[in-house]
């Protein structure tokens, strides 16, 4: 049950699991107090060498803290450095931390800039649907941050405009036979005109031939 330890190392495994909590409580209040989701790249690479370098002196006789605690200011004076070059060059911030980057644009999607991010086209559109989106008309610009997060602007009620639907299954009856005189998405792109019947359509802003019916629906509220 305790390894090749001695019961009585469970007093030192409390007193040391003690000094590193409180030394990763004070280290986390000097680096802020944004959410996880808020932290950049950066941050949490920090984050991570904080926790590494705290676990492993709590329950391991041979590692000492004081070592630990060499970590620890070394990673937070990285940090403090780092912060500053960051608040006294742009470039510098850019080449860290990344830039913003636009997803969707007058409701249709920003392919290029999309084909970079990490980010599933079921996880954008689960994304866009915890706001209340069930179509992209309905969407002026959606932004991935630099964080991860995605800030999205709307349409007024009164400015939506046909667009891509992204419910579930939305995408299930995709059709390149156009029968009848209607609305479409491209489901590549999400450019939305209306068609007539026709063999083939291709998109004028993607070239794919690939479409869906248009929703005009507005947004949930």
């Known amino acids: ?80 450095l780092v912060t500053y070059f960051v608040g006294q060059s742009k470039k510098f911030e850019n080449l860290l931390e990344g830039k913003p980057d636009l997803l969707i644009n007058e409701g249709i999607f920003a392919i290029e800039n999309f084909k970079k991010e990490a980010l599933g086209q079921d996880e954008f559109f689960a994304e866009l649907r915890l706001r209340g989106v069930s179509q992209l008309g309905q969407v002026q610009t959606a932004i ?30 995709q059709i390149e036979k156009i029968s009848v005189t209607d609305h479409y998405a491209c489901t590549f792109c999400g450019f939305t005109e209306e068609v007539e019947p026709t063999s083939k359509h291709v998109c004028s802003k993607c070239k794919k031939n690939t479409w869906v019916k248009a929703s005009k629906r507005r947004r949930i509220s």
């Open 1 to 80: 049950m305790m390894g090749s330890e001695e019961w009585s190392f469970l007093m030192e495994t409390a007193f040391r699991t003690l000094i590193m909590f409180s030394v990763v409580l004070i280290g986390l209040t000097i680096l802020g107090k944004r959410g996880v989701k808020q932290l950049s790249v950066f941050e949490l690479v920090v984050i991570i060498a904080l926790g590494s370098a705290a676990g492993d002196p709590m329950f391991y006789n041979d590692v000492g803290l004081l070592p630990a605690l060499v970590v620890f200011t070394i990673v937070i004076g990285l940090y403090e």
């Open 144 to 173: 991935i941050e630099t964080n991860g997060g995605i800030s999205v602007y709307f349409y007024p009620d009164t400015e939506v405009k046909y667009g891509l639907p992204i419910m579930p299954d939305s995408l299930d009856a």
